[in-house]
Nanobody, 118 residues
Framework: QVQLVESGGGLVQAGGSLGLSCAAS????????MGWYRQAPGKQRELVAG???????NYADLVKGRFTISRDNAKNTVYLQMNSLKPEDTGVYYC????????????WGQGTQVTVSS
């Protein structure tokens, strides 16, 4: 069974850093786009950053220059390095991935809490 397992969330003070990772488990996996989203309390889930299989990236304006998304295709893992964190970055962070093998489309991780204290 294919699934995405996230790790790395936690509590950090404003100005600090956290790194998230999301690994796909399963056999004979091939993934195209991967991304990170977040959902703050009372708000809709929003895109934070995305990355293609070839390494092209895009970021939400609110995180440009502070967050970096990367991936390791051999490990089927996507990372999010978050620096200069702000209280407004608080939320549940979800990774997603578009699977071409198996042909199951987009799968979401279970989410990991990131809390930035002021």
């Amino acid at each position: 069974q294919v699934q995405l397992v996230e790790s790395g969330g936690g509590l950090v003070q404003a100005g600090g850093s956290l790194g998230l990772s999301c690994a796909a488990s399963g056999s004979k996996i091939s993934i195209n786009d991967m991304g990170w989203y977040r959902q703050a309390p009372g708000k809709q889930r929003e895109l934070v950053a995305g990355i293609t299989r070839g390494g092209n990236t895009n970021y939400a304006d609110l995180v440009k220059g502070r967050f970096t998304i990367s991936r390791d295709n051999a490990k089927n893992t996507v990372y999010l390095q978050m620096n200069s964190l702000k209280p407004e970055d608080t939320g549940v962070y979800y990774c997603n991935a578009f699977f071409v093998s198996p042909r199951i489309g987009t799968i979401w991780g279970q989410g990991t809490q990131v809390t930035v204290s002021s």
